[in-house]
Structure formats: C-alpha cells, structure tokens
C-alpha cells in the first residue's frame, strides 16, 4: 500500500524559512504532480502548489513569492520552502499525489497524513 | 479564483439514511472537474469522486457525485458508522485550484 509521508521541523521562528520533506513508502505514486496542501487553524484547505515529475513547477499566487517545490525522482521525494514566515503559516501542511485531466489542473489521489508545523518564537 | 461553498456545515444523521452534500461554486466550473475528499481524524484525506461522478479506486458505490455548471452533490446512498468524517469538494477546471469549507457527516 503506497503512503505519503511528511517530515520535517514541527517548530519555525517567524522570519525563518519552513522547509519540509515528503517521502512515499510502498511503492510509487501514481500521479505525476507533486503537490502541497495546508490548512490553518480554523480555516480551509489552502493549494499550495505542485511540481510535475519533469521539474515544471505552479504555485498559488498568494503563496508564490515565498514558496518554493522541488522534486528528487530517484530518492521519491519532494520538499517545500517557505521563505519569510509568520504566524499565518501556521498550519497542518499535507502532501499529496496530484493527477491531471484537465490540462495542467489536479486533483490529488493520494495524501499524507499532515504534519502541523507552528510559527512561533 | 473560483470559490466554493459547502452546505450544511455539519450534516446529522442516522445509519441507513440517505446523505446529500453540496457544493457551489462562484462560477461555472470548467469541464466539470470537480473532486471530493473525505477526512476522518488522525488519517490522510481520502479521494472518493473525481471528474463529479467517477468514484476512485476501492471507493464503495454507496458515494455518488453529480451536478454540473456550479451545483454539484455528493450523495452517501445508506449512511454506514465509517462514514463520519468531514468532506471536501475541490474544482481543478481553472487556476487556482480551490477546496470548499468542508461539510461534517455525524452519525446519530
């Protein structure tokens, strides 16, 4: 059975930069699209942005100055940076295996269980 | 962006009964990719519907999707105690891609 795991520091400094590693178990996944997911506290589930196994890489306007996704297709791994954080990137992040049938649109097959990672000095 | 907005917030019902959820979106949602998601606490979100009505791999046939335009539902046939769980629909027709607020299924 295929899983998505999300590792990484479950405490961040505000300004500081939240970096996270997704790996999978099992075997491989079956999408193509890397994908990041959050949600803050009280709030909805929020796409980040995907990296397609090729390298090409989207990201959510509201994020996409500070964020960053790459993708190691030998390890099966994919990592998010989050550059200059504050209290509102506090949030359960997910990975996820996005699939596409709509051009270069997803919708996620898989997901990791989440991690909360909280921004605070 | 398009916005989606799930009712009711918290759906309870009892085992057997019959569970419609919607979700609609602030404009027409291109090509009718529309997805829903359950999630229970603890555990990875889980696919269930892609594409409105086509049911991921391993999904029981008691989850059915439909709709079109900006009105879409997802429809749990007879209610089973594994089902409780908070449910998502999410559009990926257009960028960004958008999730709804997310219905609570309870069961009595």
């Known amino acids: 059975q295929v899983q998505l795991q999300e590792s990484g520091p479950r405490l961040v400094k505000p300004s500081e930069t939240l970096s996270l590693t997704c790996g999978v178990s099992?075997?491989?996944?079956?999408?193509?699209?890397w994908s990041w997911i959050r949600q803050s506290p009280g709030k909805g589930l929020v796409w980040i942005g995907y990296i397609y196994y090729s390298g090409n890489t989207k990201y959510n306007p509201s994020l996409k100055s500070r964020v960053s996704i790459s993708v190691d297709n030998d390890k099966m791994q994919s990592s998010l940076r989050l550059t200059s954080v504050t209290a509102a990137d506090t949030a359960v992040y997910y990975c996820?295996?996005?699939?596409?049938?709509?051009?270069?649109?997803?919708?996620?097959?898989?997901w990791g269980q989440g991690t909360l990672v909280t921004v605070s000095s | 962006e398009v916005v989606l907005t799930q009712s009711p917030g918290t759906l309870s019902l009892s085992a057997g009964e019959r569970a419609t959820l919607s979700c609609r979106a602030s404009q027409t949602v291109r090509g009718r990719f529309l997805a829903w998601y359950q999630r229970k606490p603890g555990q990875a979100p889980r696919l269930l519907i892609y594409g409105t009505s086509s049911r991921a791999t391993g999904i029981p046939d008691r989850f059915s999707g439909s709709g079109s335009g900006t009105d879409f539902s997802l429809t749990i046939s007879r209610l089973e105690p594994e089902d409780s769980a908070v449910y998502y629909c999410?559009?990926?027709?257009?960028?960004?891609?958008?999730f709804g607020q997310g219905t609570k299924v309870e069961i009595k």
């Open positions: 099992g075997s491989s996944i079956t999408g193509n699209y």
């Open positions: 996820a295996s996005g699939t596409s049938t709509s051009g270069s649109y997803v919708y996620f097959d898989l």
């Open positions: 999410q559009q990926y027709g257009s960028s960004p891609e958008t």
